[in-house]
């Protein structure tokens, strides 16, 4: 949450106007005056017709990068929001699902939704867990201080739906409240990391294998996610090896472990606990 308050239970109940799983969704939070439409690139012509996208509203296309492992992202906004999607659709090729969050009480105005917008690219800037089609980071409208409450309320909410729908490129890399952290020491680097509910988080200064020529073998995936990174900021040249620049979250331990090792690697087994167990030992299985 952007206010960093303690998170408490919640329902977000998603409806399928249509009867299919992937088709149009509707997603709504306990307790929040927003709403969001889940669009599929081909379903856009059904989805004009819903009134929410006649409102104001920040909107978010995803889909895969053409020659990147990380997801490819614009971040977008619109007072209505449908001519914008309408606009994306003739001039954006690389999106399969358009993302759009209005307000059920139509309380959103034009400024309200800038900030939306500039707060949303500013997240994922930072995150850096996606590939941002957007030119730069817009700057937010001066608001009231009620408006700016207001408008961070709705995000915080926002924010919490984006992950049940598979978003997690705007959350940045959470810290380690308890658990073991796990080290990982091979190839003259070495590396410090832990398990999250949100993946396996590789901590800033860890150290990452530099010699390209250790990667002929490498699976293409990790291979371009490490290429991804370099060119993101997350990994630093340092001469003889890379270095973390920022706490990262990984899908996986063995991903993270790949990227670090510039090789394919069981995550389970290569990262260990101070005492020398792996993780698989310390998982029991």
């Not at 940045?172 to 680097?189: F, Q, W």
């Not at 590396?191 to 073998?217: N, R, Y």
Request: aromatic share 6%; net charge neutral.
């Amino acid at each position: 949450m952007s206010n960093g308050s303690k998170r408490h239970g919640f329902t977000v109940r998603v409806f399928l106007p249509d009867g299919d799983p992937d088709g149009i969704k509707i997603v709504e939070k306990s307790n929040w005056t927003g709403r969001g439409i889940v669009i599929p690139r081909s379903m856009l012509i059904e989805a004009r017709s819903r009134e929410d996208l006649q409102n104001a509203g920040v909107y978010i296309l995803v889909g895969p990068s053409e020659s990147a492992a990380l997801p490819k992202a614009y971040i977008g906004e619109g007072d209505p929001v449908l001519p914008r999607l309408d606009q994306h659709a003739k001039h954006k090729d690389f999106w399969t699902h358009a993302i759009a969050f209005t307000s059920k009480d139509a309380n959103l105005n034009k400024a309200h939704v800038q900030r939306l917008e500039a707060r949303l690219v500013e997240m994922a800037s930072r995150a850096k867990r996606c590939i941002l089609d957007n030119g730069n980071v817009p700057q937010p409208p001066s608001l009231s201080e009620s408006d700016t409450s207001d408008v961070e309320g709705f995000l915080d909410d926002l924010l919490l739906c984006l992950p049940i729908l598979g978003i997690g490129f705007f959350e940045h890399a959470p810290k380690r409240e308890s658990g073991l952290r796990l080290c990982l020491k091979a190839k003259g680097v070495e590396a410090q990391g832990f398990e999250s509910s949100k993946g396996f988080v590789v901590q800033a200064g860890s150290q990452a294998v530099k010699d390209d020529k250790l990667t002929a073998s490498i699976h293409g995936y990790l291979k371009d996610l490490r290429i991804d990174l370099v060119h993101q900021g997350v990994l630093i040249d340092k001469g003889d090896r890379y270095e973390l620049a920022q706490d990262y979250t990984f899908a996986s331990p063995s991903t993270a472990a790949g990227v670090i090792l510039a090789r394919n690697a069981n995550g389970r087994t290569e990262w260990k606990a101070d005492d020398g167990r792996t993780l698989k030992e310390l998982q029991g299985a």
